[in-house]
């Protein structure tokens, strides 16, 4: 064969093989998920992350054809298991599912092995929703300006629990204490499950947590539910007062819920995930499920969930400072 000819063939070889590799790294980045998926949810099970995640992962699960799977990390108020996620490789095949409590907890938090604002990214939001304050049946009190009274005359020694220092049920009820001039004993424990076994077993007088966590006990008649932390009544929680309009006015407080994903993870990556999401939440089978949870879809575009983060740390430190929550 001519020198030459030979010489075009093999260059022409050469650059198919390449242009063939490039399509196929190509196919393996856009091929997604290629793998089962963890979610790691940094707190025990039985809390309104751990029940809206699952049902979340088991939507998820139907559209990728893979197991979407949801881990149990807990400890140190969600940052154990939100340190392992940043740890993870940034392929969107580790997620983090999270809640409101993160900004909470990472605000009074000095020192951490991670950066709270940036380390984590959002691939989408889950769903918002007030919190029900809940009281044993032992308390007399039958409303909140009943239980403002009670604290007023028995300082201190009320005693509510919450899933951790920091948590979202720690600045919810030392910002009720605050803004209702009472002074209260806070009993922090693992996890919310825990938190709202406790107040049912009579270790504490009363919590503040999402309805996901204390409707377990509610239905069983072991704790009473007061009011809500939404600043008007909600058609989430029919018949429950706001706490703002029955005895500790400018008192507010609500939840949210949604998924993360480790710094570095592509913005192509982050389309498909926050998209799989989305048509996740707008089934219907999903929206049932919200309903049951006393909690509504909150489909915020990911550039605005974004912006959120590192807005809702600085606020919750001015939150702490308020509520006399020291840093650790």
Known sequence: MNPAIR???CTVAVTMTACLC???AALAQTTFPSRNVQVITPYPPGGSIDVIARAVAVRLTEMWGKNVVVDNRPGASGMIGTELATRAEADGHTLLAHTSSYPATAAVREKLPFDPA????????????PMILAVHPSVPAKNVKELVALAKKNPGTLNYSSSGTGGNNHFSGALFAAAAGV?????PYK?????VTALAAGEVELVIASA?????QLKANRIRALAVTSAEPTPLLPGLP???QSGVPGYTYELWWGMFAPAGIS???VGVISSAISKALASAEMKKFLDGESAEAWQLPVSQFAELLPKEIERYKKAAKLAGVTAQ
């Open 118 to 129: 940036r380390a984590i990214v959002p691939v989408g939001m889950f769903a918002r929703a």
């Open 22 to 24: 490039a399509a196929g």
């Open 7 to 9: 010489t075009r063939l």
């Open 212 to 216: 996901a966590a204390v409707n377990p």
């Open 267 to 269: 913005v192509e990556r």
């Open 242 to 244: 706001a706490i703002a």
């Open 183 to 187: 002074k209260m004993t806070h009993i």
């Open 191 to 195: 996890g919310i499950a825990p938190a």
